[in-house]
């Protein structure tokens, strides 16, 4: 019996652990023409996870102009490189479809995952992509930046974001009436992620599901000045 238990305890620890993860577009440090896709809780290669579920993962960028190509992609076991073609600031965007989820009796949900970086200096705009995905904009000024998180480019208060901070620490905010995280100072790489549900129903991958669950993550340099 308690061999039983102790099983069940670890499947439910791996579950939580694996609900834990964001996909996470992280630029080249040395390299600004690469990035690397990463399925983590933080900003680095999980080798306890692999690709497959995110593996069609689909990524643009935007140059410096506001032109918007697809990235190639190369699908590796633990991450996933990524061509980030072009000079200047640019904007790498994308989204997929985890799946369908349920807990226990709990509404099935399909999850999916709407990943964003900024490559070079924050543009003016911050590099808001715009369109129906919700998306984190980095609203930077000098070495401080707040986060803006827009759901079908309206903004959202309210709305709970986990701010990965340069230093490796973590701090978990609510944006206000505006849409806008307080004000984080410090140069550095900074990692966001934050969620919105709709009540929407459909079907995925031959499951039903009765709402929908995004999740918008953001890794942006904010440099010292």
Same mark, same amino acid.
């Given at each position: 019996?308690?061999?039983?238990?102790?099983?069940?305890?670890?499947?439910?620890?791996?579950?939580?652990?694996?609900?834990?993860? !964001?996909?996470?577009?992280?630029?080249?440090?040395?390299?600004?023409?690469?990035?690397?896709?990463?399925?983590?809780?933080?900003?680095?290669?999980?080798?306890?996870?692999?690709?497959?579920?995110?593996? @069609?993962?689909?990524?643009?960028?935007?140059?410096?102009?506001?032109?918007?190509?697809?990235?190639?992609?190369?699908?590796g076991k633990h991450s996933i490189a990524a061509a980030v073609p +072009?000079?200047?600031?640019?904007? $790498?965007?994308?989204?997929?479809?985890?799946?369908?989820?349920?807990?226990?009796?709990?509404?099935?949900?399909?999850?999916?995952?709407?990943?964003?970086?900024?490559?070079?200096?924050?543009?003016?705009?911050? +590099?808001? $992509?715009? +369109?129906?995905?919700?998306?984190?904009?980095?609203? =930077?000024? @000098?070495?401080?930046?707040? !986060?803006?998180?827009?759901?079908?480019?309206?903004p959202t208060a309210d709305a709970e974001v986990t701010v990965m901070?340069?230093?490796?620490?973590?701090?978990? $905010?609510?944006?206000?009436?505006?849409?806008?995280?307080?004000?984080?100072?410090? =140069?550095?790489?900074?990692?966001?992620?934050?969620?919105?549900?709709?009540?929407?129903? +459909?079907?995925?991958?031959?499951?039903?599901?009765?709402?929908?669950?995004?999740?918008?993550?953001?890794?942006?340099?904010?440099?010292?000045?």
């Amino acid at each position: 019996m308690l061999r039983f238990a102790s099983v069940a305890l670890f499947l439910a620890a791996a579950t939580a652990a694996a609900q834990a993860h !964001f996909v996470f577009v992280i630029p080249d440090a040395k390299d600004p023409g690469k990035a690397t896709v990463v399925f983590s809780d933080d900003l680095g290669v999980d080798d306890a996870v692999t690709m497959d579920k995110i593996s @069609g993962l689909k990524l643009q960028v935007r140059d410096a102009g506001g032109k918007a190509t697809d990235a190639k992609l190369e699908v590796g076991k633990h991450s996933i490189a990524a061509a980030v073609p +072009g000079t200047g600031p640019r904007v $790498v965007f994308g989204s997929v479809n985890y799946g369908v989820m349920q807990k226990g009796d709990a509404k099935p949900y399909l999850l999916a995952y709407h990943p964003k970086a900024v490559v070079g200096e924050v543009p003016a705009d911050g +590099g808001k $992509v715009g +369109g129906a995905a919700p998306e984190l904009v980095p609203v =930077a000024a @000098g070495s401080k930046v707040k !986060f803006l998180f827009l759901v079908a480019g309206k903004p959202t208060a309210d709305a709970e974001v986990t701010v990965m901070l340069p230093d490796g620490k973590k701090e978990k $905010v609510k944006t206000d009436s505006q849409g806008l995280t307080q004000e984080f100072a410090g =140069a550095g790489r900074y990692g966001a992620w934050t969620r919105t549900t709709e009540a929407k129903g +459909g079907e995925h991958g031959g499951k039903k599901y009765e709402e929908e669950r995004h999740y918008a993550t953001l890794v942006v340099d904010v440099a010292a000045k």
